[in-house]
Every structure is written in structure tokens, then in C-alpha cells.
């Protein structure tokens, strides 16, 4: 097998605790996003659009719909005898059932399936981010710093600074502190989980991860902090891009809402960078004579008899007469009846709202109203739901 100068790993087996209910029959990649994609489409993109052709996709928590969703890669172009896309799913070996601990200790399990193509360097990516980023750009600058590891950055709010891995440097953008999600940044560059390695250093790492010397299997609060203590190489790659880690069900609605705005469109945003994901043969919208749609994104197969208003409503949803729905996130196939507000709220796939319910939130006050997938309601009295589900 011809040897590859850099191959992905993209891990997609996360539990996705902070999306709640969303989460709770699916994985979060295939969470659906922007009315006809899932939020998975923006690494697999990224993967094709780069040239980067070999991609291991490792999963876990409730792949069942996911694997269903990527089955060959086709739909990325990534459906290649030589090469592609690989599902990577924890195994059962001889002596135990082999569940991933970890990011580290995930693709150290599949050391077996990197060394098959033994590549100079391997790219790790998560599946959970909305972004479009060259990584063959980052992959130059890492090759030419000689970096043993470089890190895609961004600079992030002060106030969500924790939520992510903090990086410190010096002016030739080398790395001098990393902290994983401290109470106290010290910056707002932030790590994006996006890492490229030099293939024979990463292996080294990995296997005194297999060895049980990080505790917690991970490679931000195990592998970079170990290897900045050895004074290996590590460079920052400064990615000045739109980028959202949609991990929580605030930044997920904060991402569709970005939609709405043209200067934050992703989609609008380097048009020549395209998006790719499932196509379906749904019918084209239809809005009824008493519809309204202002700065919205409604998706093919919607049917729109009432009010919707700086909100993103997925494939196949049906808003009822008189209802409105204002600055939310209605997801797939879900059917709002008639007389119904919701502001401020996802709604999730397959989800039955009865006539004269209101579900909203004071936001910012209050947490986004959330309704997790195949929810119904169905009382007849007017009903409101102000809380997360």
C-alpha cells in the first residue's frame, strides 16, 4: 500500500452530555444543523475539499444512525478501494470489550489502522465544530517549522474561555503553556481541537498512553501538556476563519442563529468551499398564503401556514396556522400546530407540538428552551414551557 504523507482521524464517538436531550437517541454529529446538514458534513468536507483522502472516522456512543449517515463516504467523494473512509467503531477483542477512553486512548486503539499507511504526519479532528478550514495550509506550516505537533487556534471570548484548551507563545508562534479548560485563563487562544502530528512522535505518545501512564486518556489534558514538558516542538497554526464548537445547546443554537447574519453565514462565506452532505428528494417548500418568512432559512419539504421570524427551520417541518416562531431552531420533520409561539427554543427532530402551546425563554436571562427529539405535546389547554427538556 502506497505510503501517505498525511492521513485524518476524525473523531466522532463523544457522548455529548452539554446538548442534553438532543443527544440522547443520537450521536452528536448527526445532530442536524442548518436545515439540510448535520454538523459531521463540516470535517468531512474539510477532508475533501483538502485532499486529504484516507480519513478514519472513530465512533462510539449511539453510532447506529451515524454509520447509517456516512456508510462509504460517497456522499464526500471519500468512497475510494484505495483509501477513503474507514468507520472505526470500539471492538471486542480476544480478552475484553474494547471501549474508547478518551481521545488519546481512541486513536491509540487504531494504531493498527495507521500504520498500514504509514504516513509522515497524521491530522486529528473532531466531528463536532462548524467550520471550513484548507488543512493542507496548516499542514505546510507545520512541515516547514519542523514542529513536532502544531495546533489550530483561534482567539475565543473571554467569558467562554474555559470551555476550551488555552495556549500561550511567543512571537514565533511556538508554543510556551498549555492549559485544558482552566478556571483562570491566561489568553483567549484557544485550542480547536485540531492537531497535526508527526506520525512517529504521536505513536510514541500513544503507547505510553496504552501503557497507563496518562490518567485520563486525553489529549488535551495528557498528551500536549506531556509533551511540552519533554520540550518537544509545538507551533501554533492561526486560523482567522468562522469556527464554533457546538458542543452545548447554547452554542448550537448560537450557530444556526449565525446563519441569519451574512457576515457569519458559513455558507455564504467562501462560496467556493463547499459543504457536502446527504441529498434527498424532498418536495420544495411551500408557503401558504398566510405564511410569513423574514431572515430565515427554511429547508426543503417545510410547509409554512404561519409566522417565522430570524429562525432556522430543517427539512420537512410544518408550522401551523397563526403560530410564530421567533430567533429558534426548528429541527427535522418536526409538526408545530396552530395558535403556538416559540421563541428563543430548539425544538428537536420529530417533534409534535399541539395547538396553543407557547415554549420560549427570557434569553439571555434563561437557558434556550429545549425539546428533545420525538417529544409530544399534546395537552389542549394552553401550556408553557419556559425551561430545558
Same mark, same amino acid.
Given at each position: ?8 482521524m476524525?473523531?466522532?464517538g463523544g ?6 436531550t438532543?443527544?440522547?437517541s ?6 442536524p ?15 475533501r475539499?483538502?485532499n486529504i483522502?484516507?480519513v478514519?472516522?472513530?465512533t ?7 454509520h447509517?449517515y456516512?456508510g ?7 468512497d475510494r478501494?484505495d483509501?477513503?473512509?474507514t468507520?472505526?467503531?470500539s471492538?471486542?477483542?480476544r480478552d475484553q ?15 493498527p489502522?495507521?500504520e498500514?499507511?504509514?504516513p509522515?504526519?497524521?491530522l ?7 467550520y ?6 496548516m499542514?505546510?506550516?507545520h512541515?516547514?517549522?519542523g514542529a ?12 467562554e ?6 495556549l500561550?507563545?511567543?512571537k514565533q508562534?511556538?508554543?510556551i503553556?498549555f ?5 483562570r485563563p ?5 485550542s480547536?481541537?485540531? /492537531?497535526?502530528?508527526? $506520525?512517529?512522535?504521536?505513536? @510514541?505518545?500513544?503507547?505510553? *498512553? !496504552?501503557?497507563n #501512564? ?16 519533554d520540550?518537544l516542538s509545538?507551533?501554533?497554526?492561526s ?7 457546538v458542543?452545548?445547546v447554547e ?16 455558507f ?14 424532498d418536495p420544495?417548500? /411551500?408557503l401558504?398564503? $398566510?405564511?410569513v418568512?423574514m @431572515?430565515?432559512?427554511?429547508? *426543503? !419539504?417545510?410547509? #409554512? ?29 418536526a409538526?408545530i400546530?396552530?395558535?403556538?409561539l416559540i421563541q428563543?427554543?430548539v ?6 407540538v ?9 434569553y439571555?436571562?434563561?437557558e434556550i428552551a ?11 389547554a ?5 425551561f430545558?427538556?
Open positions: 500500500m502506497a505510503k501517505r504523507k498525511c492521513i485524518a476524525l473523531l466522532a457522548k455529548g452530555k452539554r446538548m442534553k438532543l443527544t440522547h443520537l450521536a452528536k454529529p448527526a445532530v444543523f442548518g436545515g439540510k446538514y448535520r454538523i459531521i458534513d463540516f470535517a468531512l468536507s474539510n477532508c475539499n483538502s483522502d484516507i478514519g472516522v472513530l462510539q456512543y449511539k453510532p447506529h444512525i451515524l447509517k456516512i462509504s463516504g460517497q456522499n464526500w467523494h471519500l478501494t483509501g477513503g473512509l468507520l472505526l467503531p471492538f471486542e477483542s470489550i474494547r471501549w474508547y477512553d478518551g481521545t488519546a486512548g481512541a486513536v491509540y486503539q487504531n494504531i489502522f495507521i498500514q499507511y504509514n509522515d504526519h497524521i486529528i479532528i473532531c466531528a463536532d465544530h462548524v471550513k478550514m484548507d488543512y493542507n495550509l499542514l505546510k506550516q512541515i516547514s517549522t513536532d505537533v502544531t495546533i489550530s487556534a483561534v482567539n475565543v471570548p473571554w467569558e474561555a474555559n470551555r476550551f484548551g488555552i500561550r507563545t511567543n508562534d511556538k508554543i503553556e492549559e485544558e479548560k482552566p478556571d491566561s489568553s483567549t487562544l484557544a480547536m481541537g485540531v /492537531y497535526i502530528f508527526k $506520525k512517529d512522535v504521536l505513536v @510514541n505518545y500513544l503507547k505510553a *498512553e !496504552g501503557n #501512564i496518562f490518567p485520563s486518556c486525553d489529549f488535551g489534558k495528557d498528551i500536549i501538556p506531556a509533551m511540552l514538558a520540550r509545538l507551533y501554533t497554526y486560523f482567522d476563519g468562522y469556527w464554533r464548537d458542543g452545548t452554542s448550537f443554537w448560537k450557530a444556526n442563529m449565525d446563519l441569519l447574519n451574512a457576515e457569519t453565514n458559513i455564504l462565506n467562501n462560496s467556493d468551499w463547499k459543504v457536502y452532505t446527504e441529498e434527498h428528494c420544495p417548500l /411551500y401558504d398564503s $398566510k405564511g418568512i @431572515n430565515s432559512i427554511i429547508s *426543503e !419539504g417545510c410547509k #409554512i401556514y404561519g409566522i417565522v421570524k430570524n429562525s432556522v427551520v430543517c427539512k420537512g417541518a410544518k408550522i401551523g396556522e397563526n403560530s410564530v416562531i421567533r430567533d429558534s431552531v426548528i429541527l427535522p420533520n409538526e400546530g396552530d395558535n403556538v428563543n427554543a425544538i428537536g427532530c420529530n417533534v409534535y399541539n395547538d396553543r402551546i407557547v415554549i420560549k425563554s427570557s439571555p436571562d434563561n429545549l425539546v428533545g427529539d420525538n417529544h409530544f405535546f399534546r395537552e389542549t394552553a401550556y408553557t414551557v419556559t430545558s427538556m
